[in-house]
């Protein structure tokens, strides 16, 4: 059987949202609604938070999920990355436990709305591929990097070329598509975090969002204001089409 745990980082040092990660959102608290979609997802056995910070653990605790251990607050700068955090959990997990899960589910608080059986989907994809490093909710960006410019002393350079052709005056039908990753969810091998020390590797499936589904990443006080329409908006969609 193949073992899987969600991790849920949330430091408690947010500027934008000062304790964003508890902040309300639809009348609970933001952190409340990642935990619920593990909790909610049969094929994951463990919902863990890493946090440094007591209160959060402590919300996090009432709501279901593990906080088995607090992260070092060197771990929770602002330009802190997930590898670090992912490595100390899961070394703290086979420091005390002497085993390790086959997946990492990665959720992000601020990015609270996901489609009902994402997570299960990108489960899936990595049993059927077992050569997949990491699974990665993408979706087509609003406008396309090979329209996009730099500012090079006083004069605009494009960002990137595509060929000798000048793609930055190309119809959009003509360009590439491209992907970026919306924060919905990641699905993570345990050895391409321990062994490989990365969090995507070089083999990341695409699990495609529909451009229907409204989300947004939560960092401003208007964010939480946005994710309340998006949150009705979604619900109203799926109830249309389950009816």
């Excluded at 993408?138 to 000798?164: A, C, H, T």
Aim: charged share 25%; hydrophobic share 35%; with cysteine.
């Amino acid at each position: 059987m193949v073992t899987t745990v969600a991790i849920i980082p949330a430091r408690g040092g947010s500027k934008g949202i000062p304790k964003k990660n508890i902040f309300p959102l639809a009348g609970k608290p933001l952190i409340a609604h990642s935990i619920e979609d593990s909790l909610n997802c049969s094929q994951i056995q463990r919902t863990l938070v890493s946090t440094d910070d007591s209160e959060i653990a402590e919300v996090a605790r009432s709501f279901g999920a593990e906080v088995p251990f607090m992260r070092p607050s060197e771990l929770a700068q602002d330009e802190t990355p997930d590898l670090p955090v992912f490595l100390h959990a899961l070394e703290w997990i086979h420091a005390q436990e002497g085993n390790l899960p086959d997946l990492v589910v990665h959720l992000r608080p601020t990015t609270p709305l996901r489609p009902p059986g994402l997570i299960d989907k990108a489960i899936q994809m990595m049993a059927d591929d077992p050569q997949a490093d990491c699974v990665r909710s993408v979706r087509e960006p609003p406008q396309s990097p090979y329209k996009m410019w730099q500012i090079e002393g006083k004069y605009l350079k494009p960002f990137i070329q595509l060929g000798n052709e000048e793609s930055y005056n190309l119809p959009r039908q003509k360009l590439p598509p491209v992907y970026y990753h919306d924060g919905l969810l990641d699905v993570i091998r345990t050895s391409t975090i321990m062994e490989k020390k990365s969090v995507t590797g070089a083999r990341t499936l695409p699990l495609r969002i529909n451009e229907s589904f409204l989300v947004v990443d939560i960092d401003q006080p208007v964010d939480i204001i946005t994710a309340e329409v998006f949150l009705k908006r979604n619900r109203e969609a799926e109830e249309k089409q389950s009816s």
